[in-house]
Every structure is written in structure tokens, then in C-alpha cells.
């Protein structure tokens, strides 16, 4: 986290500031392509989106290692001391985990409603014994609080031209698109650490199942079965983009560089996975370096338009904690 963001968005406690770095770091680290959108915001609203991202990435990693060296028991113990950890940081606004700690000051400062929060630590909790779905409902019901949420804890630090119920369903379906997007990118990841994110009736209907997956990913090996079923799983996840890209235009025009840039950069990961021949059982498809900072350098074209349009009273919009954080009539103005 730079002092200048920091600064900006009014984060003055050492103890705080330190916290807000340590989200930053874990943005940089596993979220290469968020991260890269996320510095196209404003500098004030950055520390913000960083603490979001790194208690999700906290509580994910909880549930995800693969170092062989925590077990089921200790992992749930993990989650459950984080757990008590948002509850009490949610509380009272402060707390001695770091991550927590920068959590609660976004959450105050920008009135998040907690239930979010509490939603998605249901769905990390189901990952510790939910190896699977039966069907696409299931999924959904799943995703709801894993991806869904995430998007509706964004849009208050975004900012929105039109009330923020409005704009929630399609922020919604955003964080889902983004997250069956790594489902099918990660499938054989996922295969690894015992799940299955693709629904089974799904892969019945291609005449695919565990099994079937498991021994490609042993083999490396691809199979038609499998190919046809990872492209209607893409048909779905393309389908929810389409859902969600009337609220880009629902954002406050300085953040909607951003997340364009993020919606850019995940449907890549979509072609990608096509132009590799759906072969995400066996490896994970990238993005080529070349297209990411196409799309970045177009991020950056739109930030300084944006900016030069709405100017820069948005940095001193970045509310202090507990305040009134209704930004949506003012914005309103300026769409």
C-alpha cells in the first residue's frame, strides 16, 4: 500500500495503515488480474477494495492449501477463529488480525452490510466438506455467498449514478461470471483438492463424471465428452456477463474503468480456455501478456477521460468512518 493512497483515502493509524498494506500485498500476490484492475481506480477508493479482497483471499486460502501439512480439523479451526475474529472486528470496528482489522474500517466507513460478510464465511465453510453439486441451482446457491456478496460489498466503495439497488443485481452477476470463469479455468485444480465445481448434471448429460475427470487429469489426456461439457459450462458463464454488463454504466464513471477492465480481462480468461481447446482438466489457460496489457493500457485511456471529465472531487468523497455514505445523489449530477 503506498502512503499516497493511504493518505487519500484518510487511513491515518499506523497500526490501521499497516493492515491496509497487508491486503495490498495479498491482492498482489494471488490476484494478478483484480490487482491490475483495481489500480485503475481512484487512489482513495484502492485500500478499500484491497482489504475486501484480502479477507476473501485470507478465508480462501484457509480452505484451499494444498501444503499437505494442515489437516481438515485444523483448516475448520482456522475458519472458525476467523470467524469469531469478523464477528467481534465487525462489532467494534477493530481488530488485532490485520486482514480483520482493515475489513472492519471498510465495512464502517462505507456502510457494507455485514450480512455479506457473514454469507460468504457460510461459503467457505461448505467448502470444507461439499466436494460437489448435483445440479447448476446447487451451484448457484453455493456461489451466492462466495461470489455474489463479493460484488455487492464493492458497490458502495464504487460508487453508483442510479440508486444501488438498482445496480446490485448486475454487480451480482458480475462476481458470479468472475467466479465461474476460475471454476473453469481451475477445473483441474479444483480436481486436486477433492472438488468438482461443475455441476454433475451437467456432466451427466455429456456422459462425464469424477471418474471420467480424474483420469485426465492422470493422463493428460483429453476427451470429447469432456471438452463438450466444459464449453456449456462456458455458454452459462458468458451468459451471466451478458447480465452483467448494463451496470457498468450504473457506476460512478471514475470506478468504471476498473471493473470494464476486470470484466475485460476475466472474458479473456473464457477465450483462452476456447483457444486451448477446453484442456483446463490438464493445465490452466492464460491470458497472453500481450492482450493484458492491451486491455490495461485501454484501462488507462478511459481513467485519464474519466478524470478529465468528472474531475477529482471523487477523492474527497472517501467517507470517514461511520458517516453518511449516500454518494448516489450527487453522482447522479455528473453522469
Same mark, same amino acid.
Request: aromatic share 6%; proline share 5%; hydrophobic share 40%.
Given at each position: 500500500?503506498?502512503?499516497?493512497?493511504?493518505?487519500?483515502?484518510?487511513?491515518?493509524?499506523?497500526?490501521?495503515?499497516?493492515?491496509?498494506?497487508?491486503?495490498?500485498?495479498?491482492?498482489?500476490?494471488?490476484?494478478?488480474?483484480?490487482?491490475?484492475?483495481?489500480?485503475?481506480?481512484?487512489?482513495?477508493?484502492?485500500?478499500?477494495?484491497?482489504?475486501?479482497?484480502?479477507?476473501?483471499?485470507?478465508?480462501?486460502?484457509?480452505?484451499?492449501?494444498?501444503?499437505?501439512?494442515?489437516?481438515?480439523?485444523?483448516?475448520?479451526?482456522?475458519?472458525?477463529?476467523?470467524?469469531?475474529?469478523?464477528?467481534?472486528?465487525?462489532?467494534?470496528?477493530?481488530?488485532?488480525?490485520?486482514?480483520?482489522?482493515?475489513?472492519?474500517?471498510?465495512?464502517?466507513?462505507?456502510?457494507?452490510?455485514?450480512?455479506?460478510?457473514?454469507?460468504?464465511?457460510?461459503?467457505?465453510?461448505?467448502?470444507?466438506?461439499?466436494?460437489?453439486?448435483?445440479?447448476?441451482?446447487?451451484?448457484?446457491?453455493?456461489?451466492?455467498?462466495?461470489?455474489? *456478496?463479493?460484488? +455487492?460489498?464493492? !458497490?458502495?466503495?464504487? $460508487?453508483?449514478?442510479?440508486? @444501488?439497488?438498482?445496480? =446490485?443485481?448486475?454487480? &451480482?452477476?458480475?462476481?458470479?461470471?468472475?467466479?465461474?470463469?476460475?471454476?473453469?479455468?481451475?477445473?483441474?485444480?479444483?480436481?486436486?483438492?477433492?472438488?468438482?465445481?461443475?455441476?454433475?448434471?451437467?456432466?451427466?448429460?455429456?456422459?462425464?463424471?469424477?471418474?471420467?475427470?480424474?483420469?485426465?487429469?492422470?493422463?493428460?489426456?483429453?476427451?470429447?465428452?469432456?471438452?463438450?461439457?466444459?464449453?456449456?459450462?462456458?455458454?452459462?458463464?458468458?451468459?451471466?456477463?451478458?447480465?452483467?454488463?448494463?451496470?457498468?454504466?450504473?457506476?460512478?464513471?471514475?470506478?468504471?474503468?476498473?471493473?470494464?477492465?476486470?470484466?475485460?480481462?476475466?472474458?479473456?480468461?473464457?477465450?483462452?480456455?476456447?483457444?486451448?481447446?477446453?484442456?483446463?482438466?490438464?493445465?490452466?489457460?492464460?491470458?497472453?501478456?500481450?492482450?493484458?496489457? *492491451?486491455?490495461? +493500457?485501454?484501462? !488507462?485511456?478511459?481513467? $485519464?477521460?474519466?478524470?478529465? @471529465?468528472?474531475?477529482? =472531487?471523487?477523492?474527497? &468523497?472517501?467517507?470517514?468512518?461511520?458517516?453518511?455514505?449516500?454518494?448516489?445523489?450527487?453522482?447522479?449530477?455528473?453522469?
Amino acid at each position: 500500500m503506498t502512503d499516497r493512497e493511504l493518505d487519500a483515502a484518510g487511513v491515518t493509524d499506523p497500526a490501521l495503515r499497516q493492515a491496509y498494506t497487508r491486503c495490498r500485498q495479498l491482492n498482489a500476490r494471488h490476484g494478478r488480474t483484480y490487482f491490475l484492475a483495481t489500480r485503475l481506480l481512484p487512489v482513495a477508493r484502492r485500500p478499500a477494495v484491497h482489504a475486501l479482497y484480502g479477507f476473501a483471499r485470507w478465508a480462501d486460502d484457509i480452505v484451499d492449501t494444498l501444503d499437505g501439512t494442515t489437516t481438515p480439523t485444523q483448516r475448520a479451526e482456522q475458519l472458525t477463529l476467523l470467524q469469531h475474529q469478523l464477528e467481534a472486528g465487525l462489532r467494534t470496528g477493530e481488530s488485532t488480525e490485520p486482514v480483520v482489522s482493515a475489513l472492519a474500517d471498510t465495512a464502517l466507513r462505507y456502510g457494507i452490510d455485514h450480512r455479506h460478510f457473514t454469507d460468504f464465511m457460510t461459503a467457505m465453510r461448505a467448502d470444507l466438506d461439499i466436494t460437489g453439486y448435483a445440479t447448476y441451482a446447487d451451484l448457484r446457491t453455493y456461489t451466492y455467498g462466495s461470489a455474489e *456478496v463479493i460484488g +455487492l460489498q464493492m !458497490l458502495p466503495v464504487l $460508487g453508483t449514478v442510479v440508486p @444501488r439497488e438498482e445496480a =446490485a443485481p448486475h454487480a &451480482a452477476a458480475l462476481g458470479v461470471a468472475f467466479q465461474l470463469t476460475n471454476f473453469l479455468r481451475d477445473v483441474g485444480e479444483d480436481l486436486d483438492r477433492g472438488r468438482v465445481y461443475l455441476p454433475a448434471d451437467l456432466l451427466a448429460a455429456h456422459g462425464v463424471d469424477r471418474q471420467l475427470l480424474r483420469w485426465s487429469r492422470d493422463t493428460g489426456r483429453p476427451d470429447r465428452r469432456i471438452t463438450a461439457a466444459l464449453r456449456e459450462f462456458e455458454r452459462l458463464t458468458r451468459a451471466l456477463y451478458r447480465e452483467a454488463a448494463p451496470g457498468l454504466a450504473m457506476l460512478d464513471p471514475v470506478s468504471r474503468p476498473c471493473i470494464r477492465t476486470a470484466f475485460v480481462l476475466y472474458g479473456g480468461i473464457l477465450d483462452a480456455v476456447a483457444a486451448d481447446e477446453y484442456r483446463s482438466v490438464q493445465r490452466r489457460a492464460v491470458v497472453p501478456r500481450r492482450r493484458r496489457a *492491451v486491455v490495461a +493500457l485501454d484501462g !488507462l485511456v478511459r481513467v $485519464g477521460a474519466a478524470r478529465l @471529465r468528472h474531475g477529482t =472531487a471523487d477523492e474527497r &468523497a472517501v467517507p470517514a468512518p461511520g458517516s453518511d455514505t449516500d454518494t448516489t445523489s450527487p453522482l447522479r449530477r455528473i453522469a
